[in-house]
């Protein structure tokens, strides 16, 4: 299945990141260049195959790290010369060939060869949809950035985070304890429209005020955070129905505590409509 997403791909959910190299050894600019500066032990072990000639065009290399993994996908040849779509479709039938042997369970890509590589999407994408529509795990697509990247004021108390080595373990009873600390007054979040909404937390639960005033109980909550986890990206506009009524304000929630990233959702790459990524 494929989602594509306006947002950040280095906080997508996605088990493995796809970053698309040339074949020298070289990650001197664009999305390439920020994989090199947030895992360094990635473009060593990218510089070794790379120097022993083991990375060619059609041929992918992953390195596993302790909380993403990365796949390298060759784009072009040398850094200096433009992408092309046959290197393209080789590393995309490479990819669908080999996914499940390497343990890959989900996958984020960029567009490929479609930044520095020069390539139109208009011709990637019908490739990209035709090798990686079929696969049965999760495959998220990033076409561009979120429309407002800017982070949030950051508190004068900052509150502990929840992302440990390994967030797939954590589970409800840690989102119940940062709720109790960061909620404990009531804290005002906007919403859509210019309008606000305030969340507290009681004894009962978290108390949410939207034009009415509810309170949902910690195993309404745990089902919610247990959707939300599992799915990795939500769309607004295709939420289940029985989390709809307070399905906003309750995602602002998890979103002021760095739960959560906004992103741009849509199934076929044109269509796109708010939506969430569970920060991994």
């Not at 698309?20 to 990650?27: A, D």
């Not at 509150?159 to 797939?168: A, K």
Request: glycine share 8%.
């Amino acid at each position: 299945m494929i989602t594509y997403l306006k947002g950040d791909i280095f906080s997508s959910p996605a088990q493995t990141l796809i970053n698309t190299v040339n074949t020298v050894g070289v990650m001197g600019k664009g999305v390439a260049l920020e994989f090199k500066k947030r895992y360094p032990e990635m473009f060593s072990a990218y510089e070794r195959v790379c120097k022993s000639r083991q990375l060619e065009v059609g041929k992918l290399f992953l390195w596993k790290g302790p909380d993403k993994w990365v796949l390298m996908f060759p784009t072009k040849i040398h850094w200096r010369n433009p992408s092309k779509i046959e290197y393209i479709e080789a590393g995309l039938q490479k990819f669908a060939a080999s996914y499940a042997d390497k343990g890959i369970t989900s996958a984020a890509f960029p567009r490929l060869g479609c930044g520095n590589g020069g390539l139109d999407w208009k011709l990637v994408q019908p490739l990209m949809e035709k090798y990686l529509r079929s696969l049965p795990i999760p495959v998220y697509i990033y076409v561009g950035s979120y429309r407002d990247q800017t982070p949030e004021h950051v508190e004068p108390e900052p509150m502990e985070r929840w992302l440990h080595t390994h967030p797939e373990n954590i589970g409800f009873a840690v989102l119940e304890e940062d709720l109790r600390k960061y909620f404990s007054q009531e804290v005002c979040l906007p919403l859509k429209d210019g309008e606000y909404g305030r969340a507290r937390w009681s004894e009962d639960g978290i108390i949410l005020k939207n034009g009415q005033e509810v309170t949902l109980k910690s195993t309404e909550l745990c089902k919610f955070w247990v959707y939300i986890r599992d799915s990795g990206v939500v769309s607004m506009d295709r939420l289940p129905e029985k989390f709809s009524a307070h399905a906003e304000l309750l995602l602002k929630v998890l979103e002021k505590m760095d739960y959560l990233q906004p992103v741009l959702t849509s199934l076929n790459g044109i269509d796109f409509s708010d939506g969430y990524q569970y920060i991994e």
